[in-house]
């Protein structure tokens, strides 16, 4: 899991809306109210390409050698870590419950242009990155509980001849405390974090 405080969207030297992802160490010790900014989905996607090595961690990776690219041959980010590829599609922070159409529109741009994206043998990971919305009672981010057999689901119909390759969902949650925004970035075979109580 990585947590980032966030900063209140601004123009960046291209006069694109960004947010900056700073990480910190550890979840506000405050209570946490959830949030559902009604940015658009370019705002994540720009934000998380300008930093490259926070969307690294954020799937459990770390390198020295990374490039990352916007709109690739259609799909939203496009990273390569030391040799490893990782192609995502991004929802928007208001897009709930989308996680399996994430997914299966990852993995059918995959399919229809790999031949391009792809060097040889190397390892392809496809990634849906999708919001959750908060609980404000539990103080904790509500995880879809059929997220396992939807991805199941997509990889019988769409990656069924190409086994080798992995889909994987990579969750995130905004909320705001007294010291600011935070968003949870976690994938969702880690366990959902949970924020300090008051």
């Given amino acids: 899991m990585l947590i980032c405080a966030l900063s209140e969207p601004f ?4 006069w694109k809306e960004v947010v900056q992802f700073d990480p910190v160490e550890a979840a506000p010790c405050s209570r946490l109210l959830p949030e559902s900014p009604r940015w658009k989905e370019r705002v994540i996607e720009v934000s998380l390409l300008r930093r490259p090595e926070v969307l690294a961690r954020a799937i459990g990776r770390s390198g020295t050698d990374i490039l990352a690219l916007k709109q690739v041959w259609r799909i939203d980010l ?3 870590v030391d040799g490893s590829l990782h192609l ?4 928007k922070p208001t897009a709930y419950g989308e996680h399996r159409k994430a997914a299966t529109q990852i993995a059918r741009q995959y399919c229809e242009r790999s031949v391009w994206l792809r060097r040889g043998d190397e390892s392809v990971n496809l990634w849906a990155v999708c919001p959750v919305e908060w609980s404000q009672s539990d103080q904790a981010p509500m995880v879809p509980s059929n997220w396992q057999s939807d991805l199941n689901g997509v990889r019988a ?3 069924k001849d190409q086994p080798a390759i992995s889909l994987e969902l ?6 705001r405390g007294p010291d600011g925004r935070f968003v949870f970035f976690w994938r969702a075979d880690e366990a959902s974090p949970r924020a300090n109580r008051d």
């Avoid at 123009?11 to 291209?14: E, K, N």
């Avoid at 995502?88 to 929802?91: G, L, N, Q, R, T």
């Fill in 78 to 80: 496009y990273l390569r």
């Fill in 157 to 159: 119909e769409l990656l």
């Fill in 11 to 14: 123009l960046d030297g291209a």
């Fill in 170 to 175: 990579l969750f995130y949650a905004i909320a």
């Fill in 88 to 91: 995502f599609e991004v929802k």
